[in-house]
Nanobody, 125 residues
Framework: QVQLVESGGGMVQAGDSLKLSCAAS????????MGWFRQAPGKEREFVAT????????YYADSVKGRFTISRDNAKSTVYLHMNSLESEDTAVYYC??????????????????WGQGTQVTVSS
């Protein structure tokens, strides 16, 4: 059974940094592009970042570009999201996702087959 398990969330002050991790099991990790999405209360789940199968390409939402960095370690079947200069607007539940085909739109939730349960990130001002 495929499992994606996020960790590393918490409560921080504005300007602080956090590193999220997502450990995958039950799939051939290198065959999947990995993405991060987030969902704030009362809002729809939105795209944050995507990293391709071997990490050769990354894409970011404009709202996090320059502050967040996505990376992966295929040997550990783990994808990371390094978040710097956090703002109150970054408060959300962060989800990792796995998708086998990024020939479609990497920003769309429908491009991903598997999802983690999410980890809460709260940024206080």
């Amino acid at each position: 059974q495929v499992q994606l398990v996020e960790s590393g969330g918490g409560m921080v002050q504005a300007g602080d940094s956090l590193k999220l991790s997502c450990a995958a099991s039950g799939l051939t990790f290198s065959n999947y592009a990995m993405g991060w999405f987030r969902q704030a209360p009362g809002k729809e789940r939105e795209f944050v970042a995507t990293i391709y199968w071997r990490g050769q390409r990354t894409y970011y939402a404009d709202s996090v570009k320059g502050r967040f960095t996505i990376s992966r370690d295929n040997a550990k079947s783990t994808v990371y999201l390094h978040m710097n200069s956090l703002e109150s607007e970054d408060t959300a539940v962060y989800y990792c996702a796995a998708g086998p085909d990024m020939n479609v739109d990497y920003k769309r939730r429908s491009s991903y087959n598997y999802w983690g349960q999410g980890t809460q990130v709260t940024v206080s001002s």
